[in-house]
């Protein structure tokens, strides 16, 4: 009976197995952002972000000899350094594409006309002749080089300090906090005081508010954005941070409610009912017993309003962007930076983990109180 009760089903197995997977799909793009975003762009180019940790060995593209020659003992010799500040090491090399790696490093190859070249597992080379080069073409080399890990600060320098960075990431990281703290903390304000009003409160067409609230959670925010706007710019609003902050707080206010709502109705009663007894008035009561005790639901609605407010761009592009740019925000950004970098991978990676970095530190700071927000009033 005990080993029976004990073997789990398969149903507990596919949930598992789902859990797992689902954690995989969104750990690994994240933590290849990561990675790449402190890449350089030819490692980017070359090799995925899992293999940073391990030497590569890839074929560099043609380099030409180029130097001062020095006559040395009666012959004209060229010595210089085919890279400039990497720590490749050349496995093999050679001057034709055709036979890219015809040579060891350290042989020296007779090429024309008495022409010597040798290249060093450094990329140091010697190219010699009994004669002048004068204004000749001089050889090309191709080498085929491993490369140590290698992990660099200066994307987010350029992206966050540098000042010939137009696009302005830093700039755009503080509009998107401008934005997003206030039309977290509004709505949640807003939302907790109806909550508490609809869960403890009697008052006449209060059962028609709450099948408002609900009614409301299932229309399709872009139904308002277009006569939301129209009313702003009627009352002087126009596009602006107010517009935005009010426009987040009316579209995440039913959800507020409705959550806050159902865990306020959950809490003992009798602590209410003698706050009461013993003269509290309901403002009291909701400062010092509703609000202490529905932390959780706070967090949890803030988690998701926050998350909300910065990976949006409807919304800001709607009552806020306008044509100068001062008041663009992440999301925007990144879209431009697709347009005028789409090559600069690293430059991508690094404005893309920038936005994802704080959403990710509000979400692990205040997770547990998610599952326990959006659980509130399901038991009793």
Do not use: C
């Amino acid at each position: 009976m005990h080993a029976s009760s004990s073997k789990k089903s398969p149903l507990t197995w596919a949930v598992h197995i789902s859990v797992v997977a689902l954690v995989a799909l969104w750990l690994f793009p994240t933590v290849g952002l990561f990675v790449s975003s402190f890449r350089t762009a030819d490692q980017i180019a070359n090799t995925g972000w899992w293999m940073a940790l391990f030497t590569q060995e890839r074929q560099a593209p043609a380099i030409r000899i180029a130097g001062n020659e020095a006559e040395i003992d009666g012959e004209f010799v060229i010595e210089g350094s085919l890279f400039d500040t990497t720590d490749a090491t050349i496995s093999r090399w050679g001057t034709s594409s055709r036979a890219p790696e015809a040579y060891e490093p350290g042989e020296v190859v007779d090429l024309r006309d008495g022409q010597m070249l040798s290249v060093a597992v450094d990329g140091a080379f010697r190219l010699s002749a009994p004669q002048s080069f004068g204004d000749g073409r001089l050889p090309r080399v191709f080498t085929t080089a491993t490369t140590p890990p290698e992990f660099t600060l200066q994307n987010y320098r350029f992206v966050l300090f540098d000042p010939s960075n137009r696009e302005g990431m830093a700039k755009a990281f503080f509009n998107t906090l401008t934005v997003t703290i206030p039309a977290t903390v509004i709505p949640i304000v807003i939302a907790a005081f109806a909550a508490y009003a609809l869960a403890w409160m009697r008052f006449p067409g209060r059962s028609l508010l709450i099948a408002a609230v609900v009614g409301l959670l299932v229309v399709p925010l872009q139904l308002a954005l277009i006569p939301l706007l129209k009313l702003h710019n009627d009352i002087g609003i126009g596009k602006g941070y107010l517009g935005v902050w009010l426009a987040h707080t009316g579209f995440g206010l039913p959800l507020a409610i409705y959550l806050l709502r159902n865990y306020m109705v959950g809490l003992p009663r009798d602590i209410i009912e003698n706050a009461r007894v013993d003269g509290a008035t309901d403002f009291q009561i909701f400062v010092k017993i509703i609000l202490p005790l529905s932390f959780p639901a706070l967090a949890s609605f803030a988690i998701f309003q926050f998350l909300w407010t910065w990976n949006d761009l409807l919304v800001a592009l709607v009552f806020l962007i306008d044509a100068t740019g001062e008041t663009t925000v992440m999301t925007k950004q990144i879209v431009e930076l697709l347009g005028t970098r789409g090559g600069n991978w690293e430059i991508l990676a690094t404005s893309a983990f920038v936005s994802i970095a704080v959403p990710l530190a509000v979400f692990f700071a205040m997770q547990k109180y998610l599952v326990r927000g959006l659980l509130a009033g399901s038991v009793k």
